[in-house]
T-cell receptor, first 116, second 111 residues
Framework: GAVVSQHPSRVICKSGTSVKIECRSL??????MFWYRQFPKQSLMLMAT?????????EQGVEKDKFLINHASLTLSTLTVTSAHPEDSSFYIC????????????FGSGTQLSVL | AQKITQTQPGMFVQEKEAVTLDCTYD???????LFWYKQPSSGEMIFLIY??????QNATEGRYSLNFQKARKSANLVISASQLGDSAMYFC????????FGAGTRLTVKP
């Protein structure tokens, strides 16, 4: 089956630093990638939808200047948490689709971000 | 407005019995897809089953089946012959132009 690789799996950083999370579709071209945020014991909340070569579409309440998303190619999307603060600590998970070919959505393994 | 509703925060089932996890949705788009995912404590999202809005038959995948009632806008997941390893969070999701998830149900299988 298709694989989505997400790195890093865990990151601990100091407040004020920026953290980049990568999401790669390893064996297919992803037409669309989604970024989600999940707090403990809660659901996945959609942060943004990313299409290759175009600007990401952010959900209401998600600061685009704080959560920078780049989808430079059909196999790579990155989420950069800029000037991270403790309230940004969360589980971030990406997913990639090849909608247009099939209905499947493939998830990365997630990144646990802890900001001290 | 919440588009995917899972009303059961937690469910318990005895090992080897069947369990139904509820999911209702709201959309005006005639074309949509419904998914169920399992999330164990490791955090990974495991695809279980998919139902397209135009599919005439209910989807089945091994021990998983989806009870799709289009007029009622419900897409309940049925797990037959529960196993201890089925204990996890279960999320219902709907695809329109994007993909959104319900609040989830924590299933605990008792030995």
């Amino acid at each position: 089956g298709a694989v989505v690789s997400q790195h890093p799996s865990r990151v601990i950083c100091k407040s004020g630093t920026s953290v980049k999370i990568e999401c790669r579709s390893l064996d297919f071209q992803a037409t669309t990638m989604f970024w989600y945020r999940q707090f403990p014991k809660q659901s996945l909340m959609l942060m943004a939808t990313s299409n290759e070569g175009s600007k990401a579409t952010y959900e209401q309440g998600v600061e685009k200047d704080k959560f920078l998303i780049n989808h430079a190619s059909l196999t790579l999307s990155t989420l950069t948490v800029t000037s991270a603060h403790p309230e940004d600590s969360s589980f971030y998970i990406c997913s990639a689709t090849r909608w247009g070919k099939d209905e499947k959505l493939f998830f990365g393994s997630g990144t646990q971000l802890s900001v001290l | 407005a919440q588009k995917i509703t899972q009303t059961q925060p937690g469910m318990f089932v005895q090992e080897k019995e069947a369990v139904t996890l509820d999911c209702t949705y709201d959309t005006s788009d005639p074309s949509y897809g419904l998914f169920w995912y399992k999330q164990p404590s490791s955090g990974e999202m495991i695809f279980l089953i998919y139902q397209g809005s135009y599919d005439q038959q209910n989807a089945t995948e091994g021990r998983y089946s989806l009870n799709f009632q289009k007029a009622r806008k419900s897409a309940n997941l049925v797990i037959s012959a529960s196993q201890l390893g089925d204990s996890a969070m279960y999320f219902c999701a709907m695809r329109e132009n994007d993909m959104r998830f319900g609040a989830g149900t924590r299933l605990t299988v008792k030995p």
